[in-house]
């Protein structure tokens, strides 16, 4: 069965921003193996390092898998006008796509690292980033 591996994880970026979690589930559980041709979701924990005071700010973590084949990316609702040092994405379930559009995405034939990196502190992102920055 093929498996599944993670990379990027607790890498602090230049401010201070991290990927704190991740893991994927297929059929309700926490798994590192998937059957060739299920679906599985994505799901990761960020936490953002913010000013003490800042006018917006969202956390946005992408994931691409090595075979380039699976990117799927999720953000946190915008916030405004809030104070403190530090901002917790909570779970996201990352299933949507680039270029529109929300699904899980299906396992390959073969084993599969996925690429985590958080795109946060304090800015608020019009677009997501193109794919080819993930």
Not at 118 to 133: A, C, H, M, Q, R
């Amino acid at each position: 069965m093929p498996k599944i591996s993670f990379r990027g994880i607790g890498i602090p970026t230049p401010g201070g921003s991290s990927v704190d979690e991740v893991w994927v589930e297929y059929k309700g559980n926490i798994e590192t193996e998937v059957p060739e041709g299920e679906k599985f979701k994505i799901f990761a924990r960020g936490t953002a390092n913010i000013p003490d005071q800042f006018t917006g700010c969202e956390i946005l973590i992408t994931a691409i898998s090595s075979d380039g084949l699976i990117a799927r990316y999720d953000r946190t609702n915008p916030t405004l006008w809030q104070t403190g040092p530090i901002y917790d994405s909570g779970d996201m379930h990352l299933e949507d796509e680039p270029g529109g559009g929300t699904s899980d995405p299906t396992m390959p034939d073969h084993d599969i690292t996925l690429e985590f990196t958080i795109w946060g502190n304090d800015n608020l992102f019009e677009t997501v980033p193109p794919v080819s920055e993930w």
